[in-house]
């Protein structure tokens, strides 16, 4: 389960209000906040055939810590709702999810203020309208359930969904590497509900970006350093292709110049049809041999290049 649900509210006790107002600008009493309690994430398999690690929802629940409340994965400041102060899991050992393993959930305890702006929304948690709610974090690591290959990297042949064994395959999403947000969403059933999938901030080569992208199931974000990082590669890319661009063009000129001294009854014409076409190994092959049988039909010495004269005898530097 990427997404969760908004668990009962509770009146914050000295406790919580500590760790509330390392959040705030000015010390808030308990009459001043509204805090809640909320379900992120799982480690069940979820709607999308996908889950997360055990280990995965234990290295998440730091990340969330002041991370803002917001609505429909929408990142304006305006949608900003409540934020999460404390976060930890939850193991039930008397439940087991469908690989087996101890039930274990992601609880954030979240506070917003009270003020006439936000009673609405409180009234709409109270009464279990806004319930809902998905994350939206980044993984590093992204496996196959049945055979543990890189679902970011390479892939496998094994479908999610499906049973191999008596096990369903899914991804197991690990190595968290960042948390961005959690949503109040209306159906966290669809595209946005789930996981926001993104890049661990190693990624920084188009390469291996591109090949994250196409194995990527649901949405995609990149942070602003990857963003940064990949225009960069593709700045780096482009001027190289122009570099391949203006090799394969004198490439194509030497091919034809050769060509046409090899096989003069060929048009120039023909010859530029015949480079285009070429890939450049089969380009650069052709050049070679043409320039090569060119160069025994007609030796390509400048007329006027000075020939060796072997001279004997003495004074032979003085003769012209």
């Not at 809640?36 to 280990?55: H, T």
């Amino acid at each position: 389960m990427k997404e969760g649900f908004v668990l009962k509210s509770r009146k914050a006790d000295a406790d919580a209000l500590s760790k509330i107002n390392r959040y705030t600008r000015r010390e808030f009493g308990a009459d001043e906040v509204y805090t809640f309690s909320v379900v992120l994430c799982d480690n069940e398999i979820d709607r999308d055939c996908e889950r997360f690690s055990i280990d995965a929802l234990k290295e998440l629940a730091p990340l969330f810590l002041g991370k803002t409340g917001i609505f429909n994965h929408s990142m304006q400041t305006q949608n900003q709702t409540a934020r999460i102060y404390d976060c930890a899991v939850e193991q039930d050992d008397t439940r087991r999810t469908k690989v087996g393993e101890p039930y274990c959930r992601l609880v954030a305890q979240a506070y917003l203020p009270r003020c006439e702006k936000n009673a609405d929304l409180i009234l709409e948690l109270e009464s279990g309208i806004k319930k809902e709610v998905s994350v939206g974090c980044a993984v590093g690591k992204v496996t196959c359930s049945i055979c543990g290959a890189d679902l970011k990297k390479n892939g496998c042949t094994h479908k999610k969904g499906k049973s191999y064994g008596g096990q369903v395959c899914c991804a197991v999403l690990s190595e968290p590497t960042d948390a961005y947000e959690w949503s109040f969403v209306a159906v966290p059933a669809q595209r946005e509900a789930g996981v926001i999938k993104s890049f661990s901030a190693d990624i920084a080569d188009a390469e291996t970006i591109l090949k994250a992208i196409a194995s990527a199931d649901g949405e995609i974000t990149l942070t602003g350093g990857q963003s940064r990082a990949l225009l960069k590669q593709m700045e780096s890319l482009k001027s190289e292709a122009e570099c391949g661009r203006q090799y394969r063009r004198e490439l194509e000129k030497s091919f034809v110049k050769f060509a046409g001294l090899s096989q003069p009854d060929l048009p120039a014409e023909t010859l530029r049809r015949v480079a285009a076409g070429m890939s450049a190994e089969d380009l650069k092959c052709f050049e070679s041999a043409y320039r090569k049988k060119a160069e025994e039909l007609l030796p390509l010495t400048p007329q006027l290049a000075g020939a060796k004269r072997k001279e004997s005898g003495g004074n032979a530097e003085f003769k012209i």
